[in-house]
Structures are given as structure tokens and as C-alpha cells.
């Protein structure tokens, strides 16, 4: 719409100076914003120019006003990327190259804008950005950022805010789009928080979430209205292999209005009427690709001076004495260049936000409490009790001293009013102040209220520090978003110091644990709890206890409620008509949908605080380090180990609840019990600091190991004292017997002495009786001699029986295998073995001399017996079995004969039986195996 006179002017300036400006910038505008490349820098500034003449040439028709317009176009699009020097040089060539009426006033281009009259405005003569939020206060510097912000939002092109940590680039965004809107009652904003674990597909379904199909593939904002995206912390998302999914979607989005479906491959989405607004941190800005930075307008949002914060902070609280802001940004400038983040406290992130957490403590003082006293008391909760390390202590302590020791009295009059606590109560809108003995008295009554709740609260002492700690927890619940780091090992009570703290600013609780399915339910177990918190529900705390890892659901999930009150597709489109309809039925001024969204995220920020525990060592981990939400957003407390004295009242406590009063010197046992654990426990932290320092090797010894050290002993001691206890009655009870035992032996004295003159007459009456012994003794003694000679006959008698006897055994000895083997052999005939001798007509000699051996033992009559000589010239026995051996053979009962031999006949061998077998017997072929040939 411009006419080709005005185009020729301008383009002749450009040609003529843009190039050599950006040349004189370029090595500056590289040291601070690796990224950024002329083509960004001067298409940016072609596209201001063009934009700001459109809007003048209906007024202003002058070559002064092009001219004007085109040097304040170039500066600001190089001087807003480049550093302090940067900006000097763009002055100095401004002053040399420009035209005497189009020249600025002063010599600070960047302190002026364009007026819609086409002349130089000072900026701070005229705040153009009046906003609903109460925390902004945009400088001559910010407004001159925002004003060619707003020029390239009003032609959709996405815009960067590059900038400090802390510096208000986010607040300036929101102002900078809720301006915007009022030009634009139809444009609604969401803002999307990106962290280290954000996925390309968590963020696709966000943003999928806020748009509808309209016709087609192409989808759009809800109810046909233009949609604002905010995307905060932009280069966030960090990927193993660095190809920035996340980044390369916003890309896809920007430059190709559209994205690939999730669910039906190939299938491709155009997105129309969603346009981009993004932040990014110095430190990170080299993350993102040229391909996705080109799309965006790069500018530099520019960190408040000293003078420019002390006068913020006048503005945001006119009540406080200036004399403490001004000590304030003191302090925190001398907090910010001494005590930098390095490998030992990455913690340690000053920004802004800490100068203006001081004032809204401040703001939280009544009428009559001491203001200097309770300025000392916030900045140390703000800048000390993050610091780790005793060193740093002792700086901070000195520079306090330092910055008090010209003002006026009244400061150092009331500095032993920081012995006393400052928090809200929960029926308060002020700090009260509490001294320590009277929240010792709480914390003792809670404890006892909790634990009839059903709270294992057996083991929390409450002792100095911990009433310290408790202190400072509820300071911070107390605050409007109030939320915290809290820094300690495990085993110190953490998570039971923050139940109290809770329970003292009745707040209710909700504990996120690592157990379950806890990442893939944690949108389940968020939602009703911030729809709660964003209801104007009750103050609710989110107390989160344990390991962290970089894809934890729950961090990420807290980065985004910090930062902006909402989580990205926690609540469908219908939940929020549902949060939104319940919000306008309440309020009595009917409001848009996305100012009552924001109502809504405004009040989760309120009332919804978030307590961290973690130990040292996570705190100062990598993968804490990307959750950088966290650290900016909450208030860091880092808990000391337990002083000596604190172990000593731990010990004493634990000691006093297990031992029985009923012990003697159970005090004094209390006593030395403590001060020699806790003597011991301090010794081994020394040696275990030793240990980490020579080996690099860390160790840790927690308040944890103490108590499993108190409760060993204890149990030992018990047992110890239980079986001496029963020594000590078993003791008792014997000296008790040993005492009627006494008693005892006295009686029975008493009764001897009685009893001797007994004994004396019984002796006389013995001496009559010996003498009578004695006489009769010599007539005994005769019959005893006599009794000997009797006795010595009956011995040799026995000697004799005992010989026969033994000779008689020693035979028997002789015989008895021969009587074994006889009976198994008698076991061994059969009666078909007699009936086979029976059918004998002749039976072979060896077996009649063998019947006749076994007639002459049963006593059955024999044939004479006599000799023949046989036909080889041998003598034989004339055997008798024609005459009784036939008919012994066939009696039937032969071999019972045989077998009662041995048990009833075997009385009827004699001498002449023996006599008679003689000649059988002497016999040489009268034997087993001769019978076996046979």
C-alpha cells in the first residue's frame, strides 16, 4: 500500500546503511547471539519498516518522518541482539549518518519511539503497555522491545524474546499479547511450558487439544477465534542425538501450517489462525536450529540496572522505606557476582524474582511489626538458606553487616527480633511473629494431633533446628505460590517436617510417591487436585519425596504449574467448559472464556504449593540441572546436618521413650548415651569427609544411622538389663535363705547344747558296754578261726569245680563246630533221602556203620561186634543192619527221633555209649565225605 516514491526513499537508506551498520555490529551481535545471521536481523527490519509506514502514511507525509521511521527500524532490529557495546556503536553511527531533523533527541536512540505523529517520543514520558498484571512494570528499554514486538505480532509473525533467566521475559510476553487482544477482542493465548522431557508427541497433543476441525483437514481455534501460542523456554527439550524433534514440530507448524496426524499415517493436518510468540535464555539459545530461529523476530528483552530495579520496586511496594530496596538490589548484585554457580552449588540461580521475593515479605508486614528486623529475617530466608557451604555463610553474614553499619539505629536495635519467626497464619493475611518456645509448643501439640490421625510420628524430635526448618516451611506455604526445595539428606524428617509445617498453616496434603504405576497415573492423580486449587478450593501442598530421574512425569508436570498454573493436556476442551461455566456461575462480572482461564490459572498459582525433598547429591545432579523451572521457581532451604547438640536432644528423646523410668539412673544413662553417640556420630562424618576428599569418593551419614545406632543399643541394653535384673533377684532371693539358713543354724545350736549331757551319759553307759565287748571278744575270736579253716576247704573245692568246669567248656569249644556242622547236615536230609535207603536191597557199608552208630545212641540193640576181612585183605565191622538198621530206617518217625535227640536223648550218652561208638569212630573212612561218595 505504500507509493513507489516512499519505497525508493526507504530502499535507497537501506541499501545505503543497513549492510554497514550490521557490519559494525556483527562481532558483537556473534559473541551474544551465536544464531542469529544478517538475513534475520535486516528482513526483520525491512518488515518493521514497511509495517510502521502503513500505519503513518494516512497522517504523516513527510521524508523526515521515513527517514525517522527507517533509523529507528535498523537500530532497534541490531540493537536489540547486541551487548552494551553494541548499542553505542549503533549510536554513534546514527549520529554520523543520519539527516539533523532525523535525528533523535539526546543521544540514545533506544530511550525514543515513534509517536503516531511521525516525531520522537521519549519513552518514558508515556507507558503505552498499561496491563491487568500487577508485577509488571515495563522500563524505557522494555517498552521500546515490546513496540517492535507488537509490530511484528500485528503482521502473525512469530516472535522471540531472548533474555536472562529471571529478567521478565514471560510477564512481558503475556503483556505484550493481552495488549494485542485489546486490539483483538477475538484472539485467545495459551501458553505452553517446555521442559527437558517434553516429547514432539506430548507437545502435538497439546496443542491438538486447542484446535477443532473446521472444514476438511483443516483445523483451527475453538469457536473461530485466532489463537495465540506462548511458548515458554523454547529450546527446552533436549534429545540424546540432538536432532530436536520437539523444535523441528514448531518449525513444521510455523512454516508449513500444519503437522502429520498421530493416528492415521500419512495424513496430514493444516492448522490455519495459530500464530507463535516463544522465550529463550542466552545459555540456551545455540540449541536451536537456524531453520526453525529464521522464523522468528529475535529481540533482546533487556535485564533491569540496579537504578531500574530499586525503581520497580518502589512502584510495586511505595510503603517500604527506600532505604531497604536500595539495600536489597545491594545485596542480591553483591549475591549475584560472588556467589556464581559452579560444580559445587548449580543451584544457585539469582535472578529478579529473589529481589522481589524480599518485597513481598516485606509487603506481608502489619502495622507495628519491626520493618528492619523482618528485612534482615527475609533476606535471609531468601539468600542464605540456599547456600551450602559455611564459607559462603560467613560471606553473606559479613556483607550483611557491611551493608547495615551506616543506617540509622533502629536497624541494629532490632536485630535480636531475628531470633523470632515471621509467618501468615491461616486465619491471617499478615506475618505474626512466634518466638521458639511458643512453636515448640505447637509442633509438640500438633505431633501428638497427627499422630492420633494415624500419622507414625513416634520418631520426630522436636528440637532447635527442626523447629527452625518448620519455621521456614510454613513462611513459605504461607505466600501466595509459595513453594520449595527442600535440601537435606534422608533420614533428617524431611517429609515430617513439612506434615507439620502443613498442619500448622492448615493446608491440606497430597504425597506423590514412586510406587505403582505413579508416572503413567499422574495425570490422574494432578487433575482433580489442581481443579481444586484453581476453584478457589482450599491451600493444598504436593510434597514430593524421593528419587529423580529426567523423564519423572511429576517434575515436569511442577515446572509448568510453576510457571504458568496449568499442565499442557492435563484437562480436555469439554473439562475446561466445565471449570470455566462453574467460574463464570460464581462471579458476578461475566468475563471471556480465556480471561476466565486465566482466573483459573492464577489461582492454582495461589494455592497450590509444591515441596520437593531432595538430598544434596540429586540437587546437584545433571539431571536436575534440566528441571531449571524448579530451581527458579521455588525457594531453595538447605538443611544443615544436625548440629551436636541437636543429636544429643535426638538421642535423649528416643532414649526417654523406650527406657523405663523404673531403671535406676535412667537419667543419667540417658545422659551419657547421647553425648557419646552423638560424639561418635560427629567423628565418623569427619572421617567420612576425610574419606571423600582423599579417595574423591563421597559418603554420607545421615541422622538415620544414629537412630538405628540408639535403637541396637537400646535393644541390647534392654536385653542386658532384663537377665541381670533376673541375676540381681536370683541374688536377692539366696541372700533371703541365707538369712533364715542363720537363723536356722542358731536354733539348732541352741538345741546341741541342749543335747550334750545326753551325749555324755550315753558315752558312760558306752564305756560299760565296750568292757563287756571286750570280754566277750575272745570267745569270737576262736569261732572266727574256726570259721577261716572252713572257709579255706571250701575254696580249694571251688578252685577244683572251677577247673573242671573250664576244662569241660574248652571241650565243649572243641565240639561245637562239630555240632553246628551235624545239625545242618540233619537239616539237610530229606525223608525221600530215608525212603531211598529203604528201597535198598544192599546199602553201601559206610551207611549201616552209620545206622548202627545212630542205634547205639538211641539205645537200640546191636549185633555183636566183630571183625571180618574182606575180599582185599581189610578188616571191616560186622554191622547190624539186617538186624535192627532196616527197621530203624523205616519207622516212620525216624527223623523225629533223630531231631529230639539233641533236646531230649542227648542225657542218655554215657561212658559206655561213648565206649561202644569208639570203633566207629576211629574208623578212617568213617567221615562226611566218604558218606557224600557214597
Known amino acids: 500500500g505504500l507509493s513507489r516514491d516512499v519505497l525508493n526513499e526507504v530502499e535507497e537508506l537501506f541499501y545505503a546503511h543497513a549492510e554497514d551498520m550490521w557490519q559494525e555490529c556483527v562481532e558483537l551481535v556473534n559473541k551474544k547471539l551465536p544464531g542469529v545471521t544478517p538475513r534475520h536481523v535486516l528482513c526483520k527490519c525491512a518488515t518493521d519498516i514497511c509495517n510502521i509506514l502503513k500505519e ?128 483483538n477482542p ?44 506462548f511458548v515458554d523456554d523454547l529450546s527446552a527439550p533436549i534429545d540424546p542425538v540432538h536432532d530436536h524433534p520437539t523444535s523441528e514440530l514448531i518449525r513444521q507448524l510455523i ?33 536451536l536450529p537456524n531453520r526453525l530461529l529464521r522464523h522468528f523476530a529475535v529481540l533482546e528483552y533487556p535485564l533491569l540496572t540496579e537504578d531500574e530495579l530499586c525503581h520497580t520496586a518502589r512502584i510495586l511496594a511505595p510503603l517500604i522505606p527506600e532505604q531497604l530496596i536500595q539495600m536489597t538490589v545491594s545485596l542480591w548484585s553483591a549475591c549475584s557476582n560472588f556467589l556464581i554457580p559452579n560444580v559445587g552449588r548449580t543451584h544457585l540461580q539469582w535472578s529478579l524474582r529473589d529481589v522481589f521475593r524480599v518485597v513481598q515479605g516485606l509487603l506481608m508486614a502489619p502495622s507495628g511489626m519491626p520493618i528492619y528486623a523482618l528485612w534482615e529475617h527475609e533476606c535471609y530466608r531468601v539468600f542464605a538458606d540456599c547456600l551450602n557451604d559455611s564459607e559462603s555463610l560467613q560471606w553473606y553474614q559479613s556483607t550483611v553487616r557491611d551493608l547495615t553499619e551506616g543506617v540509622e539505629g533502629s536497624l541494629q536495635e532490632q536485630n535480636h527480633e531475628t531470633k523470632m519467626h515471621y509467618f501468615k497464619s491461616p486465619e491471617g493475611s499478615h506475618y505474626s511473629m512466634m518466638s521458639g518456645d511458643q512453636l515448640t509448643y505447637q509442633l509438640t501439640k500438633a505431633k501428638g494431633l497427627l499422630t492420633e490421625m494415624g500419622n507414625d510420628f513416634s520418631e520426630v524430635v522436636v528440637f532447635n533446628e527442626v523447629v527452625n526448618h518448620v519455621a521456614r516451611i510454613c513462611r513459605v506455604l504461607s505466600l501466595k505460590g509459595g513453594s520449595m526445595l527442600f535440601v537435606g539428606y534422608a533420614g533428617m524428617g524431611r517429609r515430617s517436617m513439612v506434615l507439620l509445617a502443613a498442619h500448622l498453616c492448615d493446608q491440606q496434603c497430597h504425597e506423590v510417591t514412586s510406587r505403582g504405576s505413579y508416572q503413567r497415573d499422574i495425570d490422574d492423580f494432578l487433575r482433580p487436585v489442581v481443579k481444586a486449587a484453581g476453584l478457589e478450593g482450599p491451600q493444598t501442598v504436593l510434597i514430593k519425596d524421593g528419587a529423580i530421574n529426567q523423564r519423572d512425569q511429576f517434575l515436569q508436570a511442577a515446572c509448568t504449574l510453576l510457571d504458568s498454573g496449568e499442565v499442557p493436556g492435563l484437562f480436555s476442551y469439554e473439562d475446561r467448559l466445565n471449570i470455566m461455566q462453574e467460574l463464570r456461575a460464581n462471579s458476578d462480572n461475566p468475563t471471556s472464556s480465556t480471561d476466565l482461564w486465566v482466573e483459573f490459572t492464577n489461582a492454582v498459582q ?33 538443611c544443615f546436618p544436625w548440629s551436636q547438640a541437636s543429636l544429643v536432644a535426638i538421642v535423649k528423646e528416643l532414649i526417654s521413650e523406650s527406657l523405663s523410668q523404673d531403671i535406676a539412673d535412667a537419667p543419667l544413662i540417658e545422659d551419657t548415651v547421647a553425648h557419646a553417640a552423638a560424639a561418635i556420630h560427629h567423628n565418623m562424618v569427619s572421617l567420612y569427609d576425610e574419606y571423600s576428599k582423599k ?178 585183605g581189610r578188616n571191616l565191622l560186622v554191622d547190624s543192619w539186617t538186624l535192627s538198621g532196616r527197621s530203624l530206617a523205616s519207622r516212620l518217625d525216624f527223623m523225629q527221633l533223630i531231631h529230639d535227640f539233641n533236646t531230649i536223648k542227648k542225657d542218655w550218652l554215657n561212658q559206655e555209649t561213648l565206649e561202644l561208638m569208639l570203633p566207629y569212630l576211629s574208623m578212617e573212612d568213617f567221615n562226611f565225605e566218604r558218606v557224600k561218595k557214597a
Open 255 to 287: 512454516e508449513w501450517n500444519g503437522l502429520w496426524s498421530l493416528t492415521r499415517t500419512g495424513e496430514w493436518k493444516s492448522v490455519a489462525q495459530v500464530f507463535w510468540t516463544a522465550a529463550v535464555n542466552y545459555s540456551i539459545l545455540g540449541r
Open 186 to 229: 477475538q484472539l485467545s493465548r495459551r501458553r505452553l511450558v517446555l521442559g527437558s522431557s517434553t516429547s514432539s508427541r506430548g507437545l502435538q497433543h497439546s496443542i491438538e487439544n486447542e484446535l477443532t476441525k473446521k472444514m476438511g483437514r483443516t483445523y483451527g481455534p475453538r469457536s473461530g477465534e485466532e489463537l495465540y501460542l
Open 695 to 872: 579417595y574423591k569418593r563421597t559418603q554420607y551419614l545421615t541422622p538415620r544411622t544414629i537412630k538405628c545406632f540408639v535403637q541396637v543399643f537400646l535393644s541390647t541394653f534392654v536385653k542386658k538389663y532384663e537377665k541381670m535384673s533376673k541375676y540381681a533377684s536370683k541374688g536377692k532371693t539366696g541372700l533371703l535363705r541365707l538369712n533364715e539358713t542363720s537363723r536356722d543354724v542358731s536354733r539348732i545350736m541352741a538345741m546341741v547344747a541342749s543335747k550334750d549331757e545326753k551325749l555324755r551319759e550315753a558315752q558312760q553307759q558306752q564305756a560299760l558296754l565296750r568292757a563287756e565287748m571286750y570280754e566277750s571278744s575272745a570267745g569270737a575270736e576262736r569261732k572266727k578261726a574256726q570259721a577261716n579253716e572252713e572257709k579255706d576247704n571250701f575254696a580249694l573245692e571251688a578252685e577244683k569245680v572251677a577247673a573242671a568246669r573250664r576244662e569241660a567248656v574248652s571241650d565243649l569249644n572243641v565240639a561245637q563246630p562239630a555240632l553246628e556242622n551235624a545239625k545242618k547236615v540233619l537239616d539237610a536230609i530229606t525223608p525221600q533221602d530215608i525212603k531211598q535207603i529203604k528201597s535198598l536191597s544192599n546199602p553201601p557199608s559206610i551207611v549201616r556203620k552209620i545206622f548202627d552208630a545212630v542205634c547205639l545212641l538211641l539205645h537200640i540193640p546191636v549185633a555183636e561186634t566183630r571183625a571180618e576181612i574182606d575180599n582185599r
Open 606 to 638: 495461589s494455592n497450590l504449593h509444591l515441596v520437593l525433598c531432595v538430598s544434596p547429591c540429586v540437587l546437584l545432579s545433571e539431571e536436575f540441572s534440566r528441571f531449571q523451572g524448579l530451581t527458579s521457581g521455588c525457594i531453595v532451604n538447605w
Open 56 to 183: 503513518l502514511q494516512r497522517t504523516v507525509d513527510s521524508a523526515e518522518c521515513y527517514e525517522r521511521v527507517f533509523w529507528n527500524c535498523l537500530s532497534s532490529s541490531i540493537g536489540h541482539i547486541s551487548p552494551a557495546a553494541g548499542k553505542t556503536l549503533v549510536n554513534r553511527y546514527v549520529q554520523a549518518h543520519a539527516s539533523p531533523v532525523a535525528l533523535p533527541p539526546g543521544e540514545d536512540i533506544f530511550a525514543v519511539f515513534i509517536n503516531q505523529a511521525g516525531k520522537w517520543c521519549p519513552l518514558s514520558s508515556e507507558n503505552m503497555f498499561s496491563t491487568s498484571l500487577n508485577n509488571f512494570v515495563p522500563t524505557a528499554a522494555g517498552q521500546n522491545a515490546l513496540l517492535f514486538a507488537l509490530t511484528s505480532i500485528k503482521t502473525r509473525r512469530p516472535v522471540l524474546f531472548v533474555g536472562e533467566r529471571g529478567c521478565g521475559k514471560s510477564t512481558a510476553i503475556t503483556c505484550l499479547i493481552q495488549q494485542y487482544q485489546e486490539l
